[in-house]
């Protein structure tokens, strides 16, 4: 196509024009969408225990869906009230099916207690939040509830915005209690007051009736939807017409479910509105559209009720998409202006020329791989920039220096590509060939970062196109005529500096290479000597690795579990500690400049429990470049300012609570069939994490449960005529109540409890008082008629392939010392557990565990790219041994990369690991260009001795071209200080660096390896 200058300049177009038409059309997205491989199965059953629900709920699931097809692990919790299953889909399975399989089997379950409700069986998806929103004033929860209900009509009455949902609010609930006073004067239970509620609240069609006139419909229309309309109906109807009303012996209360769950934010009630992004929806179009209408809340709000922005993932995406334009543009820059020192500028330019062209014409091709503008996908763009320009300056350069020669344009053009094309193509191969190990990365991490290497590989096949079609015409059309002032004065300046270069190559590096060749033997064991260091070092633990850099949130968060059961008001009173805490850092470093806001949660889920026992802070910071504290310090002093409060069961702070590094660093389960021995494992195990002075936050993964109150009938209550069933129901319908309906009013489902009132309800006495009514129509206490034993119930089972577990975790700072407390726990107590508890069993999950998937998935598939790039190179080259002299650039990259990250503080991590598989690949182009060139020499008759010398002499200007515009492109982002490029650093630490350090190699090892298999030639007999 050089002589062709057309036909490339239309390709090129359809590549640019194409590619940022397209760019203003694909998705975009804070992170990029996947699917989780998980179905839930969650079954409620209110008034049950953990142990209850074990042996009613989870046990018969886990039995009847554990013969299907396509699992690969079954996880279950039983809690208080529940039952929840959770099923991991084996590797490549169809989920959708699995999900219908699972439900036609649950279904057909019928050992069901009668109390528990219908079993729901979903698909684990990946929501993706935008914006959240807290409603909050000093109001009666009534008031909130219907102004954060009519703010959210208004944000889906907007085009732009389709899902929005509501939490930190109550279900709810109309409670009819009845005193058992009157329902003793009347002969009633709670049980018939519910059926006669249920037969009376009845909407039901009856069908229709033909006349002549029409089809006339028939219904019945008792439905009723508020408190009022149901205390209207009737219990008790004599014959002579007189009726005793539900009002007449009951409080009907239409509010809100009784449950210790509540938010405040600023100290006051709130209710929050999150707003979700969903199919071609953008976060900035769904933010922009919310702030509009936040801005005119603001106006028309009631008094004494305000709205507040608690976070905005859009603005996490808008910073994420500049840091990355800004460094992919200085990473250009720079490209730029190391390829116009070298080379000349017209050839400078259009080199660079193929970094817009192959991003944007790789544009064209992402969506057909499912893949969207994202962080990720915007992150492989800043990675391929230094490298995707290799095969460009190869080809350039070897134009150049035809053209120094003296052929003409197109001449030039013409052979400088047919002498590159092979060594080129195989060389953009290699690349690919060892990014796609990153395809086949299991689990979360690798769904995550699975558009790496799909956007490297597309720009990496575009820009050979570009390089051997596109670049070598607009090189080979060029006119004779001497260039203009301006053009001429930089050509003259670089060749100046060129001419000036070359002769530093011939009179420096030439006679040093020779030294080298010549004490080649000494050169190779110094080289390795620095390889098995840097490994030793490694393996030694001195240099940690994890799973992945930890982020700081823009929110600091705290959560509390006081023993189970507990008081609201022991959880308050800890409560107002902690934000009294947060009150004072803020107000001694800047007020309002630190801290926007401080939301609470009574009642949220930690540690895989919630209720009155349980609270979560969050500490909303402003913006990072704003406030004077980063969130790290500010979690820091309020652990320092809370210090140590007594009798609680955990408190846990976060500064980088849901972001990729924000579990556990440490997570280790425990298995057996006893959860004594359980309980028991846990304790002396996070009695050892204890001993360590790097690890806090430990968590014994077990927290006594409730106080328990079981009762088995007696003698006397089966003489006379009570039944367990008939004991059991009475005593449920009176302390957690008789659900009597469940409807929909509007939006909101609506459950009608009958029970008694809560003053008769409050203690063990009323308990032992509750009197029963026999099938004749007798009453007796509930003592009497039952022997009532005291326990504690657990407050959670969980369960893993059919076994009880527990998880101790603990938190290490910094998390990279991980390596060296589990090696620790793997030589004495781990062993020494099993040892003292027979048949208890540990595993690493968490963190651990997705680091060992992701690495050993690595490893497999390091040594299968390794396998492909020695037959890549071995084809070419026809030979055994020399696609090994090439591959020697490989170890020493890694040496490269892990010098990188010393160089910078940064640990090994599961990133950096994805930049050094990655980095096998770019590091093997150097190499394969300069054995082919010496090659090329001998072929010509040159002694082995010149040719390798001479290669390295002539190939040392694009060799160092290629490593040097790969790390100047990864180079900003290497020194990017913002929180949002921290997690993605690492990956370019390893590339940058291990190219860097590679180039080394090339240039000084590869050509004593070189003669050395020669030497080894030589001496077979």
Known sequence: MAGNSVAANLLMLVFLVGGFIWALQIKQEVFPPFDLDFVNITVSYPGASPEEVEQGIILAVEETVSGLEGISEITSSARENSGFVQIEMLEGYNIEKLARDIQSEVDRITSFPDEAEEPQVEIVSHR????????????????????VEELRDTLLQNPKITQ????????LEISIEVPQDRLRAYNLTLDDIATKIRQ??????????????????IRMTERRDYGEQFARIPIISSNNGTQVLLEDIATVVDGFEDTDTYATYNGKPAMMIDVYRVGDQTPLAVADAVMKHVEEWQQTLPQGISIDILRDLSNVYRQRLTMLLNNGYMGLALVLILLGLFLEARLAFWVTMGIPISFLGSILFLPQFGVSINMMSMFAFIVALGIVVDDAIVVGENIYTYREKGYPFREAAIEGVREVAMPVTFSILTNIVTFSPLLFVPGIPGKTFKAIPIVVIIVFVISLVESLFILPAHLGHRSEKPDRAVMAWLHTRQQNFSNRFRRLVRERYGPFLDSALAWRYLTIAIGLAILILTLVYVKSGRMGITLMERIESDYAQAEVALPYGSAIEKTEAVQTSLIQ?????????????LVKGIYSRIGATVNGTAGSHTCRLRVYLTPADERPMETGDFVKTWRQEVGAIAGLETLVFKSDAGGPGSRAAMSIELSHRDLAVLEAAGAELAEAFSYFPKVKDINDGFAPGKQQIDFMIRPEGRALGLTARDVAGQV????????????????NEVTVMVRLPETERASEYNLEELMLRTPTGQEVPLREAVTMKRGRAYTEINRRGGRRVITVTADINPPSEASHVINALKVETLPELKRKYAGLNYGFEGRQADLSASMKSLFMGLMLAMLVIYALLAIPFKSYI???????????????????HLLLGYSLSVMSLFGIVALTGVVVNDSLVLIDFANRQRAKGKNLHDAIHTAAIIRFRPILLTSLTTFGGLTPIMLETSRQARFMIPMA??????????????????PCFYLVVEDLKLRKP
Do not use: C, W
Not at 166 to 171: A, K
Not at 883 to 900: C, D, Q, R, T, Y
């Open 128 to 147: 993706r939040r935008v914006i959240s929103l807290a409603l909050y004033g000093d109001q009666d929860e009534r008031i909130l509830r219907e102004k």
């Open 732 to 747: 449920r319908n009176s302390f957690y109540g008789s659900v009597v309906l469940r409807q929909q009013r509007g939006r």
């Open 581 to 593: 805490a947060a009150r004072k850092i803020a107000d001694g470093n800047g007020g309002e400049m």
């Open 164 to 171: 929005v949902e509501l939490s930190g609010i109550r279900d």
């Open 200 to 217: 009376a609240a009845v909407e039901l069609p009856g069908g229709g009736i033909k006349t002549a006139g029409g089809e006339i419909l």
């Open 882 to 900: 020399q696609p090994l002299i090439i591959m020697v650039s490989i170890p020493f990259g890694i040496v490269g990369a892990i010098v990188g």
């Open 989 to 1006: 630490i390893s590339l940058g660096f291990g190219v860097l350090f590679a180039t080394l190699i090339t240039l000084i090892l590869v």
